[in-house]
Nanobody, 123 residues
Framework: QVQLVESGGGLAQAGGSLRLSCVAS????????AAWFRQAPETEREFVAG????????YYADSVKGRFTISRDNAKNTVYLQMTNLKPEDTAVYYC????????????????WGQGTQVTCSS
């Protein structure tokens, strides 16, 4: 079992920045992958960014490429999402997720989810 706790959400103006953190507790494995998803009201939960727990490349949705950066600190069992140049359309609840196998944009890949943290960007 893996427990995930997100933090760092809040209110930012357009063009501003926020950094989200996701602390994992319980059993984690180097083969695991972590990702950030987001869900705005009345929309589907969508993939934002992903990274392998141990090493390897990062993946981003086209809508956030060049503005968001996913990273990890293995010593702290923490995954981050640095968000810059925020736009009002980035407003959503952001969820951290972990997959036991594989890395991709499908929600079905992910076995563990955090409770979410609200990000609001005002124009």
């Amino acid at each position: 079992q893996v427990q995930l706790v997100e933090s760092g959400g809040g209110l930012a103006q357009a063009g501003g920045s926020l950094r989200l953190s996701c602390v994992a507790s319980g059993r984690t494995d180097s083969e695991y992958a972590a990702a950030w998803f987001r869900q705005a009201p009345e929309t589907e939960r969508e993939f934002v960014a992903g990274i392998r727990w141990s090493s390897g490349p990062t993946y981003y949705a086209d809508s956030v490429k060049g503005r968001f950066t996913i990273s990890r600190d293995n010593a702290k069992n923490t995954v981050y999402l640095q968000m810059t140049n925020l736009k009002p359309e980035d407003t959503a609840v952001y969820y951290c997720a972990v997959a036991s196998y594989g890395l991709g944009s499908s929600r079905d890949l992910y076995d563990y989810w955090g409770q979410g943290t609200q990000v609001t960007c005002s124009s």
